[in-house]
């Protein structure tokens, strides 16, 4: 009975500590959630603020005028309207790198798994060793050779570098030789069909969800990239929305940030990140599903 | 197995070695329509990546072996950037300072990363969805953007924090002072980077078998003893993963001292990094040679580093 009874007690004394503890744990995890949050927040609420409210009034509350509408006005109209031909520039590079890139990452990706063939190892082990190779190394060679022929300044100046996926390639060969039975595709090969025809139709429906995952992470990749246009644009009527905000943020820093032009970069930042945002809330399965590959597998 | 060499007058053979022969070359029309199919699908990405990864690096390295002399134009000058290069004090010194952002900025993201992880996938805290989404929404933005945030937030005219500052008295926060600038810099990586690091992590426990807990469980392990033998160890690939990423991207920095750099012109000097310093030697001095043989050293340091990093973590895993 005694012994039952200081065994409940040291229960409950456990009980109280794992609560303080998991009390604890929230607590923290609360604060860092403020932490990453915060500027998001700053972010929004900056946006509905004019320029001289932005210096007068307090960054983390709103100014007693909601002035977002206006700012948006501004934003889309500013400069004859370049801010939408940035953000129709970047849906633009970003659809086509997704697109062409994914296809063709996962066109590798399953001949690397599912065929044998000479060179096929030190074919893959190059293209995986490309991966540690810094963009730097290759963006400013890239600038020089793509000028010479003429590409400068150009759409697919932009478009083609960000075709090549190294990593795209290695998680779809990952994918496929888990998802796609061997068995299937010799059925296919025993009822006469050719190889395209069954990549095509049959493999490639069973690669839909890996295929999906490359497209968003080669989506996300071109719409956030400075570097490359960085380098290899310079006529603004080009730009993505990440060279156009720093270009204007750096006329507001040069001028002291006296006119509209801070507002314009906050409300435009606001613009450009709801796409992405929106975007990795509703493919959630699909990221979480692709990082899992990634480092499993490794 | 040794055959008995066979008699060519054997009637039986020439029929069976025809057709041993013909099936051969059958095999060999298929084997190599096989490896021209085989190239055929991986033609496209090998034509982009010949054209746009080897053929670039190549053309770098040999660049960087010329430079451009005021008589004679491009002259051949063999290793001699390279010299150059390791004698730059401007080049290391963007070095030193990335490698001081690695040592600390990076050990502090992963750990917290793996933190975060291993709460997110136990029972004790709740509402771990929207830690999880909360977490990794940084990344999902673009890093000028972030930058260009954070510099806002940083600034001594209208950033919250030093607004906070002066309402309680307390002298302005020095963010993109010389001697802050540094720490500045990490925080913003740190900041948008750590919810992916957790998320990969995160990614390599939910691929552990709840049988292994449920087994460690029944044995007595306690919850801290389960993390530090069967999680810790399942998540190091993850670890080494998320390390090499740091090391490559750390070395790399660009995006977020340029931006900054039009905030404060005076603190963050063209050779900030050691990528900024090539983009200058190239953009604004031309000096195309030069700034490749800076590339390709800098891509050295990281090859460099990331092996070293995989050999030791490697080493340790195995002991």
């Known amino acids: 009975m005694a012994v039952r009874m200081k065994m409940s007690v040291d229960q409950e004394k456990r009980h109280q500590q794992n609560w303080i503890l998991q009390g604890l744990t929230m607590v923290c995890l609360v604060l860092f959630l403020v932490y990453f949050l915060l500027p998001f927040f700053w972010l929004i609420v900056s946006a509905t603020k004019t320029n001289p409210e932005l210096f007068s009034s307090f960054g983390l509350w709103f100014a007693p005028n909601f002035n977002l509408f206006n700012n948006l006005s501004d934003l889309f109209t ?83 570098p960000s075709l090549v996926s190294p990593f795209g390639v290695f998680l779809m060969r990952m994918y496929s030789e888990q998802a796609v039975p061997n068995e299937l595709l010799d059925a296919g090969r025993v009822d006469g069909a050719g190889e395209i025809r069954i990549f095509w139709s049959v493999a490639l429906r069973i690669l839909a969800p890996g295929f999906v995952t490359v497209l968003l992470f080669s989506f996300v990749a071109t719409w956030n990239n400075y570097f490359l246009p960085l380098l290899l644009l310079s006529n603004p009527s080009y730009y993505p929305l990440t060279l156009g905000l720093a270009s204007w943020n750096a006329q507001a820093s040069a001028n002291g940030g006296a006119q509209l032009l801070y507002t314009l970069v906050i409300t435009g930042s606001l613009v450009s990140i709801i796409p992405l945002i929106v975007g990795f809330l509703f493919l959630q399965r699909y990221w979480q599903g692709g990082l899992t590959f990634g480092s499993v597998k490794s | 197995m040794k055959q008995p060499p066979l008699e060519i007058d054997d009637p039986g053979f020439t029929a069976s070695h025809r057709a041993q022969k013909r099936a051969a070359v059958r095999g060999s029309q298929r084997w190599s329509r096989r490896v021209g199919l085989s190239y055929l699908f991986l033609a496209p990405f090998l034509l982009l990546f010949l054209l746009f990864f080897i053929l670039p690096l190549g053309y770098a390295l040999w660049i960087s072996l010329f430079a451009d002399r005021l008589v004679g134009g491009s002259v051949f000058v063999g290793l001699q950037n390279y010299v150059h290069a390791f004698q730059d004090s401007n080049f290391w010194e963007g070095v030193r300072r990335t490698a001081l952002l690695l040592v600390i900025q990076v050990p502090v993201m992963l750990v917290l990363a793996m933190i975060f992880a291993l709460l997110l996938d136990s029972s004790i805290v709740r509402f771990r969805t929207l830690f999880r989404l909360g977490f990794f929404l940084p990344y999902a933005i673009p890093s000028v953007v972030s930058a260009l945030l954070w510099g806002y937030l940083y600034s001594p005219s209208f950033g919250p924090l030093t607004q906070v500052a002066n309402v309680m008295h307390l002298p302005a926060p020095g963010f993109l002072t010389a001697s802050g600038m540094l720490a500045s810099i990490g925080n913003i990586v740190t900041w948008q980077y750590t919810g992916y690091n957790m998320i990969i992590i995160y990614a390599a426990l939910q691929a552990v078998p709840s049988e292994l807990y449920d087994a460690a469980r029944v044995d007595g392990a306690t ?14 690939p993850a670890l080494v993963l998320t390390g090499i990423f740091s090391i490559i991207g750390t070395l790399q920095l660009f995006n977020e001292p340029q931006i900054l750099s039009t905030l404060v012109p005076n603190v963050i000097q063209d050779h900030y990094t050691p990528n900024l310093y090539a983009y200058t030697l190239a953009f604004t001095d031309q000096q195309y040679n030069y700034s490749a043989a800076i590339s390709f050293t800098l891509g050295a340091i990281v090859f460099v580093g990331s092996y070293i990093f995989m050999f030791a973590t490697n080493r340790r895993s195995l002991r």
Do not use: E, H
């Not at chain 1, 062409?100 to 190059?126: E, H």
């Not at chain 1, 540690?132 to 963006?139: D, E, I, K, R, Y």
């Not at chain 2, 919850?223 to 190091?236: C, D, E, H, N």
């Open chain 1, 78 to 160: 500013n400069d004859g309207g370049v801010f939408l031909n940035w953000l129709w520039n970047t849906t633009y590079y970003a659809v086509c790198s997704a697109v062409g890139a994914s296809l063709i990452a996962t066109i590798a990706g399953y001949t690397f798994a599912k065929f044998q063939f000479p060179g096929r190892n030190v074919v893959f082990a190059i293209i995986l060793g490309s991966i540690m190779v810094p963009g730097t190394a290759l963006a400013i060679p890239t600038y020089l050779l793509l000028s010479k022929i003429g590409l400068i300044n150009t759409p697919l100046a932009v478009i083609l």
């Open chain 2, 223 to 236: 919850g801290w003893s389960i993390a530090r033998y069967i999680k810790f160890p399942l998540i190091t």
